[in-house]
């Protein structure tokens, strides 16, 4: 019986599979950019073919483990086959394992069936933080698609619940780890890392009590440079220096307002 895995299109036979990969243990990524004063997640379609016609899904990037790999071998294979980029931020958060996770929709799991070697795959969950300006668009994967965060669409599978656990993960670890400047461009302007946080945490911040916060960062460098191409007063830009935060550090970062 030909099989593919639940996230790779290309059709091996079932030995060759299993010779290469754990049939019953995937990763999925909740691939994160910020655009535009919108958070975007990374996902793909899927064309299901059914009752003669083919419909349109949308699901998280994603592979089953080698047998030669680590699930974080697999993590950062997967980012590098989806956006082209090497040695970005990734974290594993959960581990999905309801047996039923694959058939949470018929037709979903009508599609899948005949291309998986067991109806039972646990899945672990990362999520991902990159610059959406270090990416070539032309490197991402065919039928790729950057969703707003807050418009995700129906996805298949559980690949719903995987991606609200993620977004939830990156609220909780934002609140102790300056993970923002994963997602901020190299020099940045303090509004945009204002609006950056407003966007992730759905919210808005008093102008004062967001100054008087981040001026205690002795790792937010002040640059002798301004912003260009404006047609407001020019803001100074900022950059995030990673090893005066690790030297200067001296309890958990904390940036609840």
Known sequence: MAIESESNPNRISQEAFEREFLPTLSVDC??????????????????IPLDGDVHLEWKLPGN????????YDTAARILKE????????????????DPE??????????????RIVDDRVVTVGFY???NMNDIDNSMLIEDANWMNAYEVERLMFDHNEIF????KKLRNDLLHDPLVFELLP??????QMQKLYETIFNTNYDKRNYRRKINKMEYLIPLDEFQ??????PARLYSFNRDIYEETRTERFDFRM
Not at 30 to 47: M, Q
Not at 164 to 167: Q, T, V
């Open 64 to 71: 089953h483990v080698k047998r030669t790999e680590t699930i």
């Open 128 to 130: 991902s933080l990159l």
């Open 186 to 191: 190299e020099k940045f302007t303090l509004t």
């Open 82 to 97: 989806q956006t082209g980029l090497e040695n970005i931020y990734v974290k594993q958060f959960s581990v999905f394992s």
């Open 101 to 114: 996770r694959l058939k949470r929709n018929l037709v979903d799991y009508e599609w899948v069936r005949p």
């Open 164 to 167: 609200e656990e993620a977004f």
């Open 228 to 233: 260009t191409g404006v047609s407001h007063k």
């Open 30 to 47: 909740a691939i994160f950019g910020y655009d535009d004063n919108n958070l975007r997640v990374l996902v793909r379609r899927e064309y």
